[in-house]
């Protein structure tokens, strides 16, 4: 047994040490920092329709199924689809639910309280299966289907009845019923166990045993080749024999678990031959690890052959064979802890996540992934609680407690061991209390002393061991409101403060020298209200603080007090020397590097330079704090989360509220890493940490499932009005839309359990879309008014860490065209558009023929009268020809006429125009003669109208008649030429 025991012992260790980093991180579920109990963070799940879980499965497309006491739940990660009895598709013989398997297919069996029933993915519906060759038929008592044990070797499943006994079903026959036949003549006469009433069973494969717990006659196993039975009973401490056995499972290293309901879980050895009891755990008083109590409900084996308990108000249980015991899981109050004590089974998913179903209260979910950095904050319940939520600064001690400033809540001492929390705080009426329960920094000293700066109550020194309490110099101002402390090469002490400048302690006499702004004196300060201070690995001393820039001593200066300032380049816009210098640090290749809000900058202590480093990654430029985790990365705390830089990639991971870190701001210069490696941020929201060699990364891309169609907005089932579906939309690889259904809309979804709200989603329907819709949570696409034709939508999706699925979910579309535009449709148009042109044709050919036969009657009848007309037109051209001579003839005496005339027209032009000459000549010279008179008229009729005497209008009336009269004498002789030359033309 102690051989046994040490190779088990050497086996685990062994496997703890070649276990990559990645199946360490899932694995452990998160552990806590002395590397003992795994630490669970538990999320509760809301939204079934019954708190009162009795069994998980998950099949192979990832669905996680939550059997309840009123109903059957499907689970994607955002809703339940839930099956109860009814009578509607989601109907089942029974709701409350028993037991689930998922077979090797990865189908989804379900035993209830009246017997069994398999999902049916094709049609999303549940069938009953009926048992055949039943011992009594008659009996009309619900089969209470207890446990489901599938044997892939022989292609069976068994099941355990509580009251129809063992039965089992066979694949090939579909069938199932008795694994022992019913008699002939007596029913029971072949059946071999104990009772008819079984509430649990294991298959051993090893040994091709088939455990079974009754639910009064204790335990046996069946040999299944032989198919003989053999006894095992189970004795108690008292000597008692075990009547109930509730649950059955076996364990790795050839080990089986009984568990039973008031007396604990017997730990079996098994063999080919005889198996053996070794152990029975039970509660022990005072024993930590041991049984919360003694009953139990179930027993699992999870992917990593762990073994849990659930017990009934008693929690659950994680066997560890180190300690030869269990880790306790109960409700404390805490955050993250599990909801209910009373646990009725767990399981693991296949990223090994632990779903936990309790009594009274659903289900609650172990996350790997889930919690990347934990958190220690205020809360008003017991456990693991600060007293205040402000965190300035941390340090570890040497017995490794983590030590909390906290700005309002005084002293936080948190113990990673047992997630325990010290608090000392300001007490007015006690002789040993800080002086404040502002508390800003730390400082360890010798002699088991910390030095602790507060706001407004000096520096208090602390005895770590009997927790003394005396202040230092509480008469000086300058230390009154102390920010940072630290201890140089030389044993003195150098402090920042509110409006203190810089101070340096002597701890040895307790003479302090002051180093404040003076604006008079050269190489001082420019501003007293310093916060960071540094030495670095020459022993120089660097300062920064708000509104003072950086500025360097030098370790040959440090008693002149001659700063050294930085020098920065106002062209930037960025003025490191007006902003706050929160943490200074020094890498471990020497550089001097500064957390400054305004980025992260590199500082050359030869020249006093700067430059910006990483101010392209970051993800805001306020950093807060930053440690050196190894030579290979770096962690910076801003202001808007944790960054992780790598050097060697030069690159980083950014992570935020998302991760796990707290609601409030990282504060200034308030990281640590431990000892053993984990690093502690504060900030204002608490405390987070975690460990930067196991911070959990989701790997696994989610599988998207198309879950559900849509027509016009309502939802299409299977073999609906629509014709769309004759399976599930998830079953089905092709969907064929007539040219009416032209609005369809698909749902998705990606299962991933790991912050299923982070999913993002992307999808395109090709043939139509040249990219990818990203389109972040949605999980619907519509599409409208697709032109006829062949398409395939394509969806994915990433998970919560932003790893996308490679390859995409696949559904075939066609678009039909509408009726008059089908190939038959177009075939008869065709058809029918050929016989037209057909008919056309004859009818074409045959009005052809019968013109022709009129066209050649009328030729012959046209000929004939061409004929006559023929005779007529030779005499009628005879006549012609006569005529034309005699034309001819009076042409030539025209053509002898016209040359007479054309001489004579000459001769009548040359008189014409010398005719048009004279004309000229007379109109011209009587225009003058006739001018004379008529503007002397015109003038005379002028100074008539102004002209206001009678006598005097009398004398120009005369002188205008004698105008008139010598312009009608003018008029008359003009007339007169005229007439002698019309009478000479004559």
Not at 97 to 106: A, P, S
Not at 562 to 582: K, M, R, T
Not at 766 to 792: I, S
Not at 807 to 816: A, F, G, K, M
Request: proline share 3%; glycine share 6%.
């Amino acid at each position: 047994m102690q051989i046994y025991y040490f190779l088990a012992f050497v086996t685990i260790l062994w496997t703890s040490l070649t276990v990559n980093a990645g199946e360490l991180r899932q694995s452990t579920l998160g552990k806590e920092q002395n590397g003992a109990k795994p630490k669970l963070y538990f999320k509760h799940i809301e939204g079934l329709n019954n708190n009162q879980v009795t069994a998980f499965a998950q099949d192979s497309e990832g669905y996680v199924w939550i059997g309840t006491n009123d109903g059957l739940h499907k689970y994607d990660g955002h809703s339940f689809r839930l099956f109860l009895k009814g009578g509607d598709s989601s109907a089942i013989n029974s709701s409350r639910v028993k037991c689930l398997l998922t077979d090797r297919y990865g189908e989804v069996w379900m035993g209830a309280t009246d017997g069994l029933c398999k999902y049916n993915r094709n049609l999303d519906r549940i069938d009953v299966l009926h048992v055949e060759n039943r011992y009594f038929p008659e009996l009309q008592n619900p089969n209470v289907i207890m446990e489901l044990e599938e044997d892939s070797t022989r292609g069976l499943i068994y099941v355990a009845s509580l009251n129809e006994g063992l039965l089992v079903y066979d694949y090939n026959s579909d069938v199932i019923e008795p694994f022992f036949p019913k008699g002939e003549i007596e029913p029971m006469a072949n059946y071999l166990l104990k009772s008819m009433s079984l509430r649990a069973i294991a298959l051993d494969k090893n040994n091709d045993r088939l455990w079974i717990g009754h639910s009064e006659m204790g335990m046996e196993y069946l040999d299944l080749k032989t198919r003989k039975t053999h006894s095992f009973p189970l004795v108690n401490n008292e000597g008692d024999t075990i009547r109930q056995v509730v649950s059955i499972v076996v364990g790795k290293d050839n080990q089986l678990w009984a568990a039973t309901p008031n007396d604990g879980v017997f730990l079996i050895k098994l063999g080919p031959k005889n198996p053996v009891v070794l152990k029975n755990f039970i509660h022990t008083k005072n024993d930590e690890f041991s049984l919360f109590n003694n009953h139990i409900v179930s027993i699992y084996k999870d992917r990593e052959s762990r073994i849990w308990v659930c017990n009934d108000n008693g929690g659950l249980h994680l066997f560890d064979s180190n300690i030869d015991g269990f880790y306790r899981y109960i409700p404390d109050n805490s955050m993250n802890s599990i909801t209910n004590i009373s646990i009725r089974c767990v399981f693991q998913d296949r990223q090994k996540r632990m779903w936990i179903g309790t009594a009274l209260e659903g289900v609650d979910v172990a996350d790997p992934y889930r919690f990347k950095f934990h958190l220690i904050k205020k809360s008003k319940e017991k456990g693991e609680s600060l007293s205040n939520n402000i965190v300035r600064d941390l340090h570890q001690d040497k017995e490794g407690k983590i030590w909390i400033a906290t700005d309002g809540g005084g002293i936080n001492i948190y113990n990673p061991d047992n997630n325990k929390i010290e608090v000392i705080r300001y007490q007015e009426a006690s002789s040993n209390s800080i002086s404040s329960d502002a508390v800003l920094c730390f400082l360890e000293r010798p002699n088991d002393e910390i030095w602790m700066g507060t706001w407004n109550g000096g520096i208090n020194i602390i005895n770590t061991q009997t927790r003394q309490i005396r202040l230092f110099r509480p008469d000086l101002a300058e230390l009154q409101s102390t920010f940072e402390m630290i201890t140089d090469r030389d044993g003195d002490i150098w402090v920042t403060g509110f409006n203190q400048g810089l101070s340096k302690i002597n701890p040895e006499t307790g003479s302090v020298m002051n180093f404040r702004a003076d604006e008079s004196i050269a190489h001082s300060l420019r501003s007293n209200m310093t916060y960071a201070v540094f030495e670095d690995s020459k022993g120089n001393i660097w300062v920064g603080g708000e509104n003072a820039g950086l500025y360097l001593l030098k370790y040959e200066n440090k008693d002149k007090g001659i700063f050294e300032p930085l020098i920065f380049d106002q062209v930037e816009g960025l003025d490191i020397a007006n902003d706050w210098v929160s943490q200074i640090h020094e890498t471990r290749e020497g550089r001097i590097v500064c957390a400054t809000s305004s980025g992260l900058i590199e500082v050359d202590s030869e020249t006093m330079t700067y430059s910006f480093i990483l101010s392209d990654k970051l993800p805001i430029a306020d950093v807060r704090s930053l440690i050196q985790e190894d030579e290979s990365s770096y962690w910076l705390a801003t202001t808007a989360g944790l960054t992780r830089y790598f050097v060697e990639s030069d690159s980083v991971i950014n992570y935020s509220k998302r991760d796990g870190l707290q609601e409030g701001n990282f504060t200034k210069n308030t990281i640590l890493q431990t000892r053993e490696g984990f690093i502690y941020v504060g900030g204002t929201g608490g405390l987070n940490y975690f460990d930067p060699k196991n911070i959990p990364y989701n790997d696994q891309a989610p599988q998207v499932h198309i879950t559900s169609l849509k027509l016009f907005n309502h939802k299409v089932g299977i073999g609906d009005t629509t014709q769309l579906l004759s399976r599930h939309i998830s079953q089905t690889d092709k969907l064929t839309f007539e040219s009416h259904q032209w609005r369809f809309t698909f749902g998705f979804v990606a299962l991933n359990y790991t912050r299923p709200e982070f999913n993002q989603y992307a999808y395109m329907m090709e043939g139509m879309e040249d990219g990818w819709n990203y389109v972040g949570n949605q999980r619907e696409a519509t599409y409208t008014h697709l032109n006829p034709g062949k398409y395939t939508f394509l969806v994915k999706a990433s998970n919560n860490d932003g790893v996308w699925q490679e390859e995409p979910t696949r559904l075939d579309i066609v678009i039909l065209p509408p009726w008059w535009l089908t190939w038959w449709a177009l075939l008869i148009w065709a058809s029918v558009f050929a016989l037209i042109v057909l008919g056309v044709i004859q009818w074409r050919t045959y009005r052809l023929m019968n013109r022709e036969k009129r066209l050649k009657q009328m030729v012959r009848q046209r000929t004939t009268q061409l004929s006559e007309k023929n005779k007529e037109l030779e005499q009628l051209n005879k006549a012609i020809m006569d005529q034309a001579e005699e034309l001819r003839t009076y042409n030539e005496a025209l053509n002898t006429m016209n040359e007479k005339l054309e001489d004579l027209v000459e001769i009548r032009t040359k008189e014409i125009q010398d005719k048009n000459g004279k004309l000229t000549k007379f109109a011209f010279d009587n225009a003058h003669r006739v001018r004379g008179p008529l503007t002397r008229i015109l003038g005379l009729m002028n100074l008539l109208r102004k002209e206001e005497e009678e006598k005097q209008k009398d004398f120009w009336l005369d002188k205008i008649q004698e105008a008139s009269q010598e312009m009608d004498q003018i008029t008359r002789s003009m007339s007169s030429e005229i007439d002698n030359d019309l009478k000479d033309e004559k």
